[in-house]
């Protein structure tokens, strides 16, 4: 039987393995990718936002956990699903939304669209419309910073879908050979376009496919932010000594089909509502509670806060102006390099 004093002992808090601030930065960053997401695909159907739309309702973790586990100077180059990124790394939501009006004040002057989201202050190197041609481009990117002594790292994420293509066994050859500071970074969401994993390779673990360069690698749950934290800060502690890269295969999961022109019938509701309970955004709010970090409060008021952030970019884009006519001739070469004007 417990004593008197056994019984008045109050109950000891569980010690969150993040600080207070991380794990909000991860719930208040995730919520505005979906609370974007959300938005963008309603506004796709009012025909507001043309061309290609690839949402990443679902895989926000991926980014969310990465952009804690990296440092300011650290590069980041994706595919095309690339909108979250920038908003993960502090780009104004506006200017996001501009960009996918096709609007002159976009991250991209409007050139880009939903694909082709550049931010160079925060390290963005896009948003890439070709499968796999990111890949490369990221092992050019690490291979300047090793150059040139910077300490920084290049992560390059890509589709499960990509790792299909040469370019990429190219890339984690020469980013091995030369032991650059890059962290391969595989979303797989399980399908390539319509195509699951299953119906395309003998090898669902994906992250074996290093193993014929004897890179490190790790499958990683990336439904829980906090194990893409830790897998890709070991990625880029090996990459900052000097050992070279490291390939993390992220097992997530898109709600939606692979572009707004995708139904997305090939996958049944039972799978979809199984990846759905376990939620990364959820699964965030759950440990916010149980550490006891904030109340239900604090989420009424970062979901009133997000929406109004969403709605305000909405503005922005709505109110900013077409770019003119003859800016489709700019920035298509540096000019000290080709010092001509085209008429």
């Not at 926000?60 to 590069?75: F, N, Y």
């Not at 041609?133 to 300047?144: D, M, S, T």
Request: hydrophobic residues 35%; aromatic residues 10%.
């Amino acid at each position: 039987m417990a004593t008197a004093k056994e019984k008045k002992a109050p109950a000891t808090r569980k010690k969150a393995p993040f600080s207070k601030d991380t794990y909000k930065y991860w719930f208040e960053s995730m919520l505005l990718m979906r609370r974007f997401e959300e938005k963008a695909g309603q506004l796709y159907g009012q025909q507001k936002i043309r061309g290609f739309c690839h949402l990443y309702i679902g895989q926000e973790a991926c980014v969310a956990g990465s952009v804690t586990a990296l440092k300011e100077g650290d590069k980041y180059i994706t595919a095309y699903r690339d909108h979250a990124h920038p908003l993960a790394l502090g780009t104004e939501p506006g200017k996001i939304m501009a960009e996918l009006y096709g609007k002159e004040t976009g991250v991209s002057k409007g050139k880009g669209g939903s694909m082709h989201m550049f931010d160079k202050e925060r390290g963005f190197f896009g948003g890439h419309g070709i499968v796999g041609g990111q890949i490369p481009l990221g092992v050019g990117i690490a291979f300047a910073e090793k150059y040139n002594k910077t300490g920084n790292l290049c992560i390059t994420y890509m589709g499960d879908g990509a790792v299909r293509q040469g370019a990429f066994h190219e890339s984690l050859n020469l980013a091995m050979h030369y032991k650059l500071p890059v962290i391969f970074a595989i979303e797989n969401n399980g399908y390539a376009m319509g195509t699951s994993v299953q119906r395309t390779s003998n090898v669902t673990n994906l992250s074996k496919l290093a193993d014929a360069y004897e890179m490190p690698s790790e499958s990683v749950d990336a439904m829980k932010v906090e194990e893409v934290h830790n897998a890709v800060a070991n990625a880029a502690k090996r990459a900052r000594k000097g050992d070279g890269p490291t390939l993390l295969e992220f097992r997530t999961y898109r709600y939606k089909g692979h572009s707004m022109s995708d139904p997305a019938k090939y996958r049944t509701k039972e799978e979809v509502m199984a990846y759905k309970r376990r939620d990364p955004i959820e699964q965030v709010k759950l440990s916010i509670l149980d550490y006891k970090i904030a109340t239900e409060d604090y989420f009424q008021e970062i979901e009133t806060k997000t929406r109004k952030i969403v709605l305000d970019a909405v503005d922005f884009a709505e109110k900013s102006e077409f770019p003119p006519a003859d800016e489709i001739f700019k920035d298509v070469y540096a000019q000290e390099d080709y010092p001509f004007v085209m008429d």
